[in-house]
């Protein structure tokens, strides 16, 4: 079965670095693609970083552009969240996520509901 497990998550202060690790396993991780969405309690999980099955293409959000940088690697089966600069408000549960149904191209996706399947989350608190 597909499973997704982050980690990396951690307390950090301001201006400080983490990088979150997502491990898939169950499909072939090659083929599709990814996405982080971090989730505050009482906010909606909102959208972070996505990246194209190939590696080629990825896409942020506006709150974290030239902060954080997506990767992956298809040899391990991984995709990292590297996240510069942190702020307090960055503090959030980290999800990964995998789109395994069609997909066209090096289509990346930053809505929740275009994904199938999510990891338990990793909690990243940034202090002031």
């Known amino acids: 079965q597909v499973q997704l497990v982050e980690s990396g998550g951690g307390l950090v202060q301001a201006g400080g670095s983490l990088r979150l690790s997502c491990a898939a396993s169950?499909?072939?991780?090659?083929?599709?693609?990814m996405g982080w969405f971090r989730q505050s309690p009482g906010k909606e999980r909102e959208f972070v970083a996505a990246i194209s099955w190939s590696g080629d293409r990825n896409y942020y959000a506006d709150s974290v552009k030239g902060r954080f940088t997506i990767s992956r690697d298809s040899a391990k089966n991984t995709v990292w969240l590297q996240m510069n600069s942190l702020k307090p408000e960055d503090t959030a549960a980290y999800y990964c996520a995998a789109r395994l149904r069609g997909n066209t191209g090096s289509s990346i996706y930053a809505r929740s509901d275009e994904y199938d399947y999510w990891g338990r989350g990793t909690q990243v608190t940034v202090s002031s």
């Open positions: 169950g499909y072939t991780f090659s083929r599709y693609p």
